[in-house]
């Protein structure tokens, strides 16, 4: 008989990582905040491209370049687009481009605040394993370990009881996965058939759950 609890979280990040940049308003670094808006430049049938950002202090702007002198026929019609439209879900894939965004600052503040939603796969009726997958839609730097405790309602020295003591282990196994940042495509299996709180840690790992 199954005694696997299965679990789906898609793990949302709330904020974009905010690169420090020059601000010619305030005269020093200064992080810089996207603005969720896309400027284009047409130059016959050249095209250039940047995503708009902000100083959080004076609300300078800074543009990112995108893309330059691009062949508009050459363009993926899909990406003109969502250029041209500022799609939300197309500009936060840019904002999140992490070594895109290295390569044009200084310094990159980056957060780990998110959404987590909770998707139950399979719940045999007298379950005693928790197997978790993980999607990750965009790259978070949210440590693994935080995520677990915050979301299982637990201690992190609890947890990292549970994982020295083989009754937490994460798939695919790396040196301190339990302390990396949370990657996309983990499976996270946690044996609870000897904690009493057993139910407490079912709901809230499966809390805010929606059908499948």
Not at 45 to 54: G, I, M, Q, S
Not at 67 to 87: H, W
Not at 176 to 190: F, L, P, Q, Y
Request: charged fraction near 30%; hydrophobic fraction near 40%; proline fraction near 4%.
């Amino acid at each position: 008989m199954c005694n696997i609890l299965k679990v789906r979280w898609t793990i949302n990040p709330r904020t974009a990582p905010q690169p420090w940049i020059a601000c010619s308003g305030c005269g020093c670094l200064k992080p810089f905040k996207s603005s969720g808006k896309i400027r284009l430049n047409a130059n016959g049938k050249k095209l250039d491209a940047w995503l708009v950002y902000r100083c959080t202090d004076c609300d300078k702007t800074w543009n990112r370049t995108l893309f330059e002198r691009q062949t508009i026929r050459d363009l993926n019609p899909l990406v003109l687009e969502a250029m041209q439209g500022n799609d939300r879900e197309w500009i936060r894939a840019r904002e999140f481009d992490l070594d895109a965004v290295r390569r044009k600052a200084q310094r990159i503040d980056e957060f780990a605040d998110a959404d987590v939603q909770k998707e139950v796969l399979d719940e045999p009726e007298s379950w005693t394993m928790l197997e978790i997958d993980l999607v990750a839609t965009l790259p978070i730097s949210a440590r693994l370990d935080r995520l677990l405790a915050s979301e299982f309602g637990i201690s992190r020295s609890r947890l990292q009881a549970l994982h020295e003591g083989a009754k937490l282990k994460i798939h695919p196994d790396r040196a301190d996965a339990i302390r990396r940042r949370v990657k996309d495509g983990s499976r996270i299996v946690v044996d609870l058939s000897n904690e009493t709180d057993r139910h407490f840690i079912w709901k809230a790992a499966t809390s805010g759950t929606e059908a499948g």
